[in-house]
């Protein structure tokens, strides 16, 4: 451990993450020439990887493409466009200083400005047009990564920022264009990808993790490409409680619904009462009841439901409504990044559970390697400081808490991106989906959506107070 990030509250050695940006100080000009060229290779790299993404879940017939599959969501071809519009205003405009390509597309791409259910109605781009657009866009960013500095002082560009900024946003937006194809229910429009190996059978030993009462140092001021939201680092001191070392199976919330979980107005808040009526829910999104078993629809695939995979395509007020069945809760936001972060024993967060070392195939299950969960229990190597398992990849996890700002917030670089949207009207989710891609996924990641949500790649996992003796 280096040090960087150490803070003193009150005797509690509380230190951020080991990681952080290039260490540009006391290296000469060759040093520094070199480091910047291995962060440009680095970038260009992941926009080809991520643009290969978006191409491939487009690669499909206009028709597909143009239409809008629920009115949750955009039609694909607008996602396609908007990433390079996008693009076209942070890096050619914001950073490169070049004249707008297409400026009167820019309304059509504002995201702000036409909700989701307008956007077929918009003259948006077609197909070929939008593909010849994107491209045309990400040559010139290639030229502009070609030529900007790196290392001065302009937060748009130091480290790289707006760069991972625009990978990041792409690869949000191949993960909404998943769930898009989920929700047209067409087959053979997703590749399968390979499950891990897994473990041989149901893992065994606790179903729980402890974790000790005390301050821990939530949100980041070092890693480089991390959102305003998840800035600035600050002392957070919970008490001690219980965390599901795993997160929540099929079989488990097959338990609940089974027990009449959905008809029990025991386990339900009056939103979410509202909620059953109004949308007739009785088992997770996209499950169905023939006999004695459950099946589910998995673009455009049906299946059994697995019952040793994560429960996905819940929403806030279902992960709600299992864990008060359960005799549990929601973990706070807090409480689930330090099960899932935080290092006791260097006294530091870490960027992933396991550590700062890159998610690989055995960590982790990330950027659809399956289309799918992986059992629970599959990734043992990729389990946090406190035992806690699986919570990097496969769903996003509910908490309790509302998305609102960290004591400190600053906007960067525009309020839409967050600071539009604290309030009590979203819940935050957190550790990032089977869908979601390792360069948009970190212990300090912050997601949030209305808790009536589900067509995302959502699950959770449940939390519980310690006692008195406990703690």
Known sequence: ????????????????????????????????????????????????????????????????????????????????????????????????????????????????????????????????????????????VLDVLDAV???GPDPLRRDGFVFGLVIQHEHQHDETMLATLQLSGRPGLVAEGGLPPGRAGAPTGA????????????GTDLLPWAYDN???????????????????????YAAFVEDGGYGDPRWWTAEGRRW???SGAFAPLFWTRDGGTWWRTRFGRTEPVPM??????????????????????????????????????????????????????GRANLGHRAARPAPVGAYPAGASAYGAEQMI?????????HFLPYPGFRSFPYPEYSEVFFGRDHRVLRGGSWAADPAAVRTTFRNWDYPVRRQIFSGFRCARSASREEA
């Open 1 to 140: 451990m280096n040090g960087i990030g150490e803070r003193d509250f009150g005797g509690h050695g509380v230190r951020e993450h080991g990681v952080r940006g290039r260490e540009a100080e006391g290296r000469g000009v060759g040093e520094r020439d070199e480091g910047e060229r291995d962060v440009k290779e680095r970038i260009a790299a992941g926009l080809a990887a991520v643009r290969d993404r978006s191409l491939a879940y487009t690669d499909a017939d206009d028709d597909l493409l143009v239409r809008q599959h629920s009115p949750l969501m955009s039609p694909l071809v607008w996602d396609l466009a908007h990433v390079g519009n996008y693009e076209e205003l942070w890096v050619l405009r914001e950073t490169g200083g070049i004249t707008p390509l297409r400026p009167e597309i820019d309304d059509l791409y504002d995201a702000f400005k036409h909700p989701r259910r307008d956007r077929p109605s918009l003259p948006i781009l077609g197909p070929e047009e939008a593909r010849r657009y994107i491209s045309g866009v990400r040559g010139r």
């Open 207 to 218: 179903e729980e993790v402890f974790v000790p009462g005390g301050p821990f140092l939530m």
């Open 276 to 278: 059953l009526r109004s």
């Open 149 to 151: 500095d790196l290392d």
């Open 230 to 252: 998840e800035r600035p680092a600050h002392r957070v001191d919970l008490p001690a409680y219980w965390i599901d070392r795993f997160p929540v199976s099929n079989g488990a």
């Open 308 to 361: 040793d995979e994560p429960v996905q395509h819940v929403c806030w007020y279902e992960a709600d409504a299992y864990a008060r069945w359960a005799g549990r809760r929601l973990p706070t936001e807090a409480e689930w990044e330090k099960a899932c972060g935080w290092d006791p024993e260097a006294g530091r967060a870490r960027k992933y559970p396991w550590g700062d070392g890159d998610p690989g195939p």
């Open 393 to 401: 990849g496969e769903v996003w996890e509910w908490t309790s808490s």
